[in-house]
């Protein structure tokens, strides 16, 4: 199955600002007893086996142990409710890691995958900040981190993350997030907002 997708990146995770298994490549433990994240995708421009996914947003949403390469994931999906089903059946393959790609080097390590939600999505932006709601299971704040002339910071050479090797640095606030039994909040927690490109 051909396909690609592109456009941009959102994630918010519990630990605290920059996310160590991020940073380390998955080398050094998340902050707290485990990690729980969500991965936000807009996706632009996309075709999946034919079928055009502009427009559609998912997001995966992961609970793992506090040494990530450990494995023994608990995951789940949610789309979108604007997606079709012909749209939603090629992106859940993407973006459970079926179809491979980036997303296919997490699914090993996911040992519960507990299914497809269908759930409004917004996005409203505001300078550098980005609000982030998903039905009633996510709401968070992104605020992108810039040095002093403005340029985003960026973390490089990160090879393990699926919207790697660059990412744009956030710090996450108002955070309330649950879904599929993985919860948690607080403020000055860690994020990114940066534009992904796949295909495969």
Not at 17 to 40: E, G, H, K, M, Q
Not at 101 to 110: D, E, H, N, R, Y
Not at 126 to 135: A, F, L, Q, T
Not at 162 to 171: K, Q, R, S
Request: aromatic share 8%; net charge negative; with cysteine.
């Amino acid at each position: 199955m051909a396909w690609s997708v592109e456009g941009m990146y959102y994630e918010n995770c519990s630990c605290d600002a920059v996310c160590p298994c991020t940073w380390s490549n998955l080398t050094r433990a998340a902050t707290n007893d485990d990690c729980r994240v969500a991965l936000l995708f807009e996706v632009e421009r996309g075709d999946v086996d034919g079928v055009d996914v502009a427009g559609t947003t998912c997001v995966v949403v992961m609970q793992t142990p506090r040494q990530m390469l450990e494995g023994n994931f608990k995951a789940g999906l949610i789309i979108g409710s604007d997606a079709s089903d012909e749209q939603a059946e090629g992106l859940t393959q993407v973006f459970s890691g079926a179809a491979g790609g980036p997303m296919g080097g997490f699914a090993p390590l996911i040992s519960d995958f507990v299914g497809v939600e269908r759930l409004p999505v917004s996005v409203e932006h505001e300078g550098s900040n980005h609000h982030i709601v998903v039905g009633d299971a996510l709401d968070f704040t992104l605020a992108k981190e810039t040095t002093p002339d403005g340029d985003p910071i960026e973390l490089t050479n990160i090879v393990s993350h699926p919207a790697g090797p660059t990412l744009e640095v956030a710090v996450a606030d108002q955070v309330e997030n649950s879904v599929f039994g993985i919860d948690w909040s607080g403020d000055g927690l860690s994020g990114f907002a940066n534009r992904f490109s796949w295909a495969a």
